[in-house]
């Protein structure tokens, strides 16, 4: 079935079956690789993309369900000033050790950012519960999204 | 010589013919057996379909399902066409044992006499002999006397046959026939009175299928409830439900995951229909407010400033595939907004699918993409109480709290590595 999905500002034409995950249909047919697959089952936020704003897992999200909503994805994540403050503050302090979460780190700490520019910890500790990473870079990952804080306010 | 080869020719044509209804009755009776969901008790996971040995609990202790291949040692080879039926419709085995009404035969008593011959002719015929012996029961001595099960049915179990109802039509009637008989779908979504009886067996009393609570799972309502039943579902609605365990309102967990696998995918679109017919039929037990959405949820949500309890869970834990329009994307992924499971009075299914997950939904042999994960590990018991309170008091969804004893309940009796044996478990 075709469908015509709206992915970093383009209108993109994919003929997939319905039941296709967003995140098949951004790595394999649009060849977007930035968002990752982590484990398939909603447990690491590794295939975390943007939905109207909203971070979403890619890989539970049928492609019927998508519609005229705006996908996002770690590729575009430099074109909003939330998004650029957040890719700042994670070159400074070198938040990524081998990586492969960072792209799902990333999507949902400028989401957070995006509605709640001052966070708290345990802001941060809800709204990035659903990101796991291996290498346990939690302390930065934090300390970044405070610096991308004091970014926003200067 | 020309008359020899006539002969031989006729007879041959003759016996294919047989042969052919012979294998016509066989497959009837397979897709009877499926109807019936026979396997679903008969059989434990990695063995022989339909050699038993599935352990059951009941209020009187451990029971377990017997060995219905046709082997003439420990199954039922021996069994005559009369034999059969009377294990079948009314209970009794062949040695005049009355057996536990753990076997729905209350509910197959409304078979026709037709069906039951085409299923022993299946299961005599085609289903492969497993020399298995049946494991004994753990019942108390004092309990295990089976002639009081003779008062137990003749105080509850239905008499035999079905009596088509003249003022509905031949849809509705063997919808009916196949809810309230082969499906046997009272065992587990009619409540059960003192003596563990189904509290009805048809479509004339309102506790029929009214929904109960079995093995920590709240088996639904499936009457024209509104809120907490099908009330707002239509035929196409309960048909694409059975086919695939999923639809816009709802998605299957627990043992009805396993119906649909082994049972409903594989009933026609016409049997289907006529289940369907019939269960938008059963009036709903009580008058709700029908269930209306409210987006006051989501846009806290959006904005990052919900605060109600167990908001910033959700957000954290279950947003990101149930959106925070809680409408997710059905049919695959299931809302949560106005689904009955959530709005059901008893939280049992909702906490128990937050904790355990769903298992694999495979319908004709096609796995669903989409799957509820466990958090059991991740969440505490309170938090699985504030976010399971948030969702029922979200998107216009008005369903009572739910307290962490509920869930810390719920969630030792559902330790994997219990072997506790529950009642009616399937698999
Ligand atoms: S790949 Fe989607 S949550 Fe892990
Ligand atoms: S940086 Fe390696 S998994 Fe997070």
Redesign the pocket.
């Given at each position: 079935m075709q469908y015509v999905i709206e992915v970093n500002g383009t209108a993109r034409r994919v003929d997939v079956d319905g039941e296709t995950p967003l995140l098949w249909v951004l790595r394999d047919k649009l060849d977007l690789k930035g968002t990752k697959f982590g484990c398939g089952a909603a447990q690491c936020g590794a295939c975390t993309v943007h939905m109207d704003g909203q971070p979403i897992r890619a890989c539970q999200t049928p492609i019927a369900s998508v519609g005229t909503a705006r996908i996002t994805t770690i590729e575009a994540i430099g074109q909003t000033p939330v998004g650029q403050h957040v890719q700042a503050a994670w070159i400074e302090l070198d938040?990524?050790?081998?990586?492969?979460?960072?792209a799902g780190?990333i999507m949902s700490a400028t989401a957070l950012l995006t509605h709640t520019p001052a966070p708290t910890d345990h802001d941060i500790n809800d709204a990035m519960s659903g990101n796991?990473?291996?290498?346990?870079?939690y302390t930065r990952i934090r300390a970044a999204i405070k610096r991308a804080a004091d970014l926003g306010r200067t | 010589m020309i008359r020899l080869s006539l002969v031989a020719t006729v007879l041959a044509s003759l016996l294919s013919v047989a042969a052919a209804r012979a294998e016509d009755a066989t497959a009837r009776g397979e897709y009877l057996a499926r109807a019936g969901d026979c396997v679903a008790c008969h059989s434990v996971p990695g063995g022989k379909a339909f050699a038993g040995g599935l352990k059951m609990a009941t209020p009187v202790g451990t029971i377990a399902t017997t060995n219905i291949t046709p082997d003439p040692e420990t199954g039922i080879g021996r069994y005559t066409l009369d034999d059969f039926d009377r294990a079948l419709r009314r209970g009794v085995a062949r040695d005049g044992h009355h057996l536990y009404p753990a076997m729905p035969y209350p509910s197959y008593a409304v078979m026709a006499d037709d069906d039951v011959r085409a299923l022993y002719d299946y299961f005599m015929h085609a289903v492969p002999p497993v020399r298995q012996a049946n494991l004994p029961s753990d019942i108390p001595s004092h309990l295990s006397p089976r002639w009081p099960l003779a008062v137990w049915n003749a105080l509850f179990a239905p008499s035999p046959g079905f009596t088509p109802n003249p003022g509905h039509d031949a849809r509705w009637n063997r919808g009916a026939y196949l809810v309230e008989g082969l499906g046997h779908c009272g065992a587990c979504h009619t409540p059960r009175g003192w003596a563990w009886q189904e509290k009805s067996f048809g479509a004339g009393d309102p506790a029929f299928l009214a929904g109960a609570n079995l093995d920590d799972w709240s088996a639904s309502n499936l009457r024209r409830n509104v809120a907490t039943g099908l009330g707002t579902w239509s035929e196409a609605d309960i048909i694409a439900f059975l086919k695939t365990g999923h639809n816009t309102h709802a998605s299957a967990y627990g043992s009805m995951s396993e119906v649909i696998a082994n049972s409903t995918s594989y009933l026609t679109d016409d049997d289907l229909a006529a289940i369907a017919a019939y269960l938008v039929s059963l009036p709903a037990t009580q008058a709700e407010t029908p269930w209306r959405y409210d987006p006051a949820t989501a846009t806290a949500l959006q904005s990052g400033h919900a605060d109600a309890p167990g908001a910033r869970l959700y957000a954290g834990s279950c947003q990101a595939c149930h959106r925070e329009t809680g409408a997710a994307a059905p049919p695959y992924v299931p809302p949560l907004a106005g689904n009955p499971t959530v709005l059901d009075a008893d939280p049992a299914s909702l906490i128990n699918v937050v904790l355990n997950g769903t298992a694999p939904l495979v319908a004709k042999g096609r796995p669903d993409a989409y799957r509820m994960p466990q958090f059991r590990a991740q969440l505490t018991n309170r938090q699985v109480a504030e976010i399971v309170t948030f969702m029922r008091a979200s998107w216009g969804n008005q369903a009572p709290a739910v307290t962490a004893d509920e869930v810390a309940a719920i969630r030792k009796r559902t330790e994997p590595s219990t072997d506790r044996i529950v009642p009616l478990r399937m698999r």
């Open positions: 938040v990524p050790q081998c990586g492969y979460c960072q780190q796991l990473c291996r290498c346990a870079t | -």
